[in-house]
């Protein structure tokens, strides 16, 4: 089993940043890698179990299912059903915690998957590099700082 | 029953910030609020369920046991056994997560109680102020100086 663990501090309340990343179909509202995305069946984007069907910018199609989400918790868990990447049982997990010292968040994105030990480098660092750190700098981008 | 929570970034490396606040009976070192401090009956201040004996600085004498240490978890739980200031059914949480965007950490600190009717706002304060962010900024002056240091050198 591998697992990535990515963690940044946002400029932004915890709801704030929250709103923004809540929406299971808004990923390409916030992370640059991806360029659209469609809820399958027609479900409401917080409907637990819906999948949403998305493409990267170099056009790579990958499906997600929503398998818990948590306002209460401020969590998002989801698995992969359908992508590129040489990995299975994948499931990741994306948590805002409030920082009470100071109008900023502590944001925590994490995934466990398995897959072959010669590729199991590569996506540990691509993931953690090119698809979390990558959302949580635009986050950071767009709440200043 | 009221919970108090505070959190807070400290900019220096995990195990900078655990390697001091896992020494149950360390406090004494660091919080400015805390005198002395002992484990009873010789334990190790690792071994959960030792009991650490202190003073602050007015002389009042405290007793705090310790329920939970985890180094997996950079965690620890503690609650109070005797205290001079009606902090009832005092259990409190630390919790350290790494924050691996530019090698810092995140501390939660958490404190649950009951308080005596008319006196719930002055022991928030106390546990919030002068317990919680004193005790943040202590470290955060030990901890970031060294990481600072370490950066340059």
Not at chain 1, 7 to 12: F, H, R
Request: with cysteine; proline share 4%; charged share 25%.
């Amino acid at each position: 089993m591998a697992r990535v663990y990515t963690s940044s501090v946002i400029n932004g309340s915890a709801q704030a940043v929250w709103d923004q990343v809540r929406d299971f179909n808004g990923l390409p509202k916030w992370h640059p890698s991806i360029a659209d995305s469609r809820i399958e069946d027609g479900l409401a984007a917080d409907q637990v179990g819906c999948i949403r069907d998305f493409h990267l910018q170099n056009g790579d199609q990958i499906r997600e299912q929503l398998l818990g989400l948590s306002d209460y918790d401020m969590t998002c868990t989801y698995s992969i059903l359908i992508s590129p990447m040489p990995l299975t049982d994948y499931v990741a997990t994306l948590r805002l915690t409030p920082i009470t010292d100071g109008d900023r968040c502590f944001a925590e994105w994490s995934a466990d998957f398995d897959c072959a030990a010669e590729d199991e480098e590569d996506l540990v660092t691509g993931i953690g590099n090119d698809v979390f750190q990558a959302g949580f700098d635009a986050l950071k981008r767009h709440f200043g700082g | 029953m009221v919970k108090v929570v505070n959190s807070t970034v400290i900019r220096a490396p995990i195990d900078a910030v655990w390697h001091v606040l896992r020494d149950f009976n360390g406090h004494d070192r660091w919080h400015p609020a805390v005198d002395i401090s002992q484990i009873e009956r010789g334990r190790r201040s690792d071994m959960v369920g030792c009991v650490r004996s202190f003073k602050l600085a007015d002389g009042s004498a405290l007793r705090e046991q310790l329920l939970a240490l985890s180094d997996s978890q950079t965690s620890f739980s503690y609650c109070l056994l005797d205290t001079p200031v009606p902090l009832l059914n005092y259990v409190a949480h630390v919790e350290l997560i790494p924050v691996t965007d530019g090698d810092r950490t995140f501390w939660r600190w958490q404190a649950e109680f009951s308080t005596p009717r008319g006196m719930q706002d002055e022991l928030v304060d106390l546990v919030g102020n002068g317990i919680q962010i004193a005790g943040f900024e202590a470290i955060r002056e030990i901890t970031e100086g060294a990481a600072q240091a370490a950066n340059l050198s």
